[in-house]
C-alpha cells in the first residue's frame, strides 16, 4: 500500500489471444507476455518482465486478476514481493 504506482494498461483480446502492454510514466514500456483470459470465468493470467531501474537486473511479474464489470483487479507477485493491482477501463 506504502509503493503505489499510476499505470496505464492497454490490453487487446482477439478471442483467442490476450496481448498488452503497461506503461508508467518516466519508465520504459513493458510489455505483457503468456497472458491468458478465460471468458468462463473472467479470470486473467499474465507475465511481464522488466528492468530494476536501480540494478538493471530483470525482474518477472506474475499477474493474476478477475474481471468485474469494468475493473479488473487482482494480485502481482516478484521473487518475495507481492501486491494488489486495480484497473478501470476509461
Known amino acids: 500500500a506504502q509503493d503505489r504506482n499510476q499505470v496505464t494498461v492497454d490490453l487487446k483480446w482477439d478471442g483467442k489471444v490476450l496481448t498488452g502492454v503497461v506503461r508508467t510514466t518516466g519508465r ?44 479488473l483487479s487482482g494480485s502481482w507477485n516478484h521473487d518475495n514481493t507481492k501486491g494488489d493491482f486495480k484497473l478501470t477501463k476509461k
Open 28 to 71: 520504459p514500456e513493458v510489455n505483457l507476455s503468456n497472458s491468458t483470459f478465460d471468458a468462463t470465468t473472467r479470470t486473467v493470467k499474465m507475465e511481464a518482465e522488466a528492468k530494476n531501474t536501480r540494478t538493471n537486473a530483470s525482474i518477472k511479474y506474475l499477474i493474476d486478476g478477475k474481471l468485474d464489470g469494468n475493473t
